[in-house]
T-cell receptor, first 113, second 113 residues
């Protein structure tokens, strides 16, 4: 069975400071891992994905994540937060058996001016 | 432009009624999925389909039904047996050949009145 744990339900940063959203996963397979962002009452937008290529993955809007197998982590970072980054972020693992996604419970990012 | 269309955006249902949520994609994706989102719980898989005329139960299928008569369409019926149907419902699709590449619709918010 696979699972995803997002370690913080809520993160607050000041505009211009770094962002760190933490994610740990558990998977029996060689996982595919994703980060999605959701703005209020909207669908989900893919930020980035890891599929067993480079362990440091760069995504859209300046976000990146590093896959660390030894720590079973896939933390999302951004060097400098922008007000438009305020949203809910989901860490997701792909079940290669049934090709459906397993979601973490989400981290709400608040960006203070 | 290719994408997924969910309709309606908002839906109100009286207790005891069945309602059907529409999901249409023009991405030529083989697989389609329905997820339910509740506050603080991330997304949970209701049903998924990897091929026309075939579908499988996800983690919370009770009280829901689906059909996949066409590749482009994967409607979800919320039946009167679903005890707590008020939620945000998201449809997604993906190609079978690649890992990742999931595309999400913009969601339907269902409220029981």
């Amino acid at each position: 069975a696979q699972s995803v744990t997002q370690l913080d339900s809520h993160v607050s940063v000041s505009e211009g400071t770094p962002v760190l959203l933490r994610c740990n996963y558990s998977s029996s397979y060689s996982p595919s891992l994703f980060w999605y962002v959701q703005h209020p009452n909207k669908g989900l937008q893919l930020l980035l994905k890891y599929t067993s290529a480079a362990t440091l993955v760069k995504g859209i809007n300046g976000f990146e994540a590093e896959f660390k197998k030894s720590e079973t982590s896939f933390h999302l970072t951004k060097p400098s937060a922008h007000m438009s980054d305020a949203a809910e972020y989901f860490c997701v693992v792909s079940d290669t058996g049934r090709r459906a996604l397993t979601f973490g419970s989400g981290t709400r990012l608040q960006v203070q001016p | 432009d290719g994408g997924i269309t969910q309709s309606p955006k908002y839906l109100f249902r009286k207790e005891g009624q069945n309602v059907t949520l529409s999901c249409e994609q023009n991405l030529n994706h083989d697989a389609m999925y329905w997820y339910r989102q509740d506050p603080g719980q991330g997304l949970r898989l209701i049903y998924y389909s990897q091929i026309v005329n075939d579908f499988q139960k996800g983690d919370i299928a009770e009280g829901y039904s689906v059909s996949r008569e066409k590749k482009e369409s994967f409607p979800l019926t919320v039946t009167s047996a679903q005890k707590n149907p008020t939620a945000f419902y998201l449809c997604a699709s993906s190609p079978m050949a690649t890992r990742g590449g999931y595309t999400f619709g913009s969601g339907t918010r269902l409220t029981v009145v």
